[in-house]
């Protein structure tokens, strides 16, 4: 058992990474949106060969376009919006509002599964929602908010839109995509992602540091990180695994101070711990 906690906790780890990369990516001059491109196509050929090996390539044809639609919503979605939430709003206040995530899917399950709202879960959605007041009001994190210290309503959104994508994550597999391996979906949903982001970027040459921290997110933060996630999975439950992965926002909190400066004031700070109580409410109640 405890070899799955020290896996879980390695995945939510190198997930914290993600933020504090992208930020070394668009120092050395790539765009987010050309940083996420990488990211998906880096990581599609690593998926490619592991479905290849598992010998499951294969997509009903009716499920196409549900996997199409994964790739647009949550690939381009999510991958996206949330290295814009990164250079709107620093590291630490994108991973954070990406935990907004399990009140989304509760909202969601509720509007699109017709699954049941518990109070706890009502109380979580709530509890979600002074978070997000509280980081907002706490002006996020310095030197990432607008002039003078300001609210950065952009990176709130951004960040917001980011949990909420990834939210949809769980409804896409629930309703549609539960039939297949990680692999199969990933290797047909990821260049549909990648393919929607080239409107909003140009190829362009960029120094080594560049690629270095796209391969990184691509090899560690998104294969990798999976991968680790889904063999602890198989050693301990999916409750104690979620709540072990809300080691991510601290990881990407302490990488961004330790490497930007970035900080919340004591608003931010109380605003981000009532988001992480929520998660753990939210899987505290689903798995009751």
Known sequence: MFAGYALVAAA??????????????????????????????????LYAVHAWRLSRMKVDACDLPWVAGFGVVCIFGLFASYVLAVRAGGAALASVLLYTAPAWVALLAWKILKERLTPVTVAAVAVTILGVAGVSLGDGANGAAGAGGSMN??????????????????????????RYATPTVFLYALPVGGACMLPFFSFEPHPLSAW????????????????????????????RAAVIATLEPVVSALLAFSFFGERFTALGYAGSALILTAVIMTIVAARR
Do not use: D, H
Request: proline share 2%.
């Open 12 to 45: 939510a780890l190198l997930w914290g990474f993600i933020g504090p990369l992208s930020k070394f990516a668009f120092q050395a001059g790539m765009s987010p949106l050309e940083v996420a491109f990488w990211r998906a196509m880096m990581a599609w050929v």
């Open 212 to 239: 270095a921290a796209c391969v990184a997110l691509a090899v560690c933060c998104t294969y990798g990180a999976y991968s680790l996630y889904y063999a602890g999975l198989r050693r301990i439950e999916a409750s």
């Open 153 to 178: 309503l952009a990176a709130i959104a951004l960040g917001l839109l980011s949990g909420i994508t990834y939210a949809l994550y769980y409804i896409f597999g629930k309703a549609f995509l539960n």
